[in-house]
């Protein structure tokens, strides 16, 4: 049942990037950015806030999309999952390889030439404890 939560949990980290970044906030860091990544940037940013006005979203298998934002670098993914659902964040190299390899080229070219990683914080309800998986720019 782990295994099947895990995988779940994986692709609804590549669903959730791949709506946001084919689109196309939140606090980030503009500066050396170019006019056209600033440009990009603030696409990105009001893709994000066009998304938060719809959220909480089911996002399948127990999850559910609670917040997105463009922060420290990051696009960050909040996901809650309740307390009885038997769930695993797996933030291992071979998880992220998959995520990577999973999301399409475009989007990892867009994200890479914003310097932005991608973050997704998993909060289970009641107990507010919570694990990540974190992707930096420069693993893109």
Do not use: H
């Amino acid at each position: 049942m782990k295994f099947a939560n895990r995988l779940s949990a994986l692709f609804t980290c590549i669903a959730l990037t791949i709506i946001m970044v084919s689109c196309g906030g939140a606090d980030n860091k503009t500066s050396g950015l170019s006019a056209e990544q600033e440009k990009s940037l603030k696409a990105l940013q009001t893709e994000v806030s066009l998304v938060n006005k719809q959220l909480p979203m089911d996002a399948g298998a127990g999850l559910t999309l609670e917040k997105m934002e463009i922060t420290d670098e990051y696009l960050v993914s909040t996901v809650s999952y309740p307390e009885d659902l038997e769930f695993e964040v797996d933030d291992t190299p071979e998880t992220k390889a998959e995520i990577i390899k999973a999301v399409p080229a475009s989007a990892i070219k867009r994200l890479k030439e914003l310097n932005l990683g991608i973050k997704y914080i998993y909060v289970q309800n009641g107990s507010g404890q919570s694990d990540d998986i974190t992707i930096p720019a420069s693993e893109l």
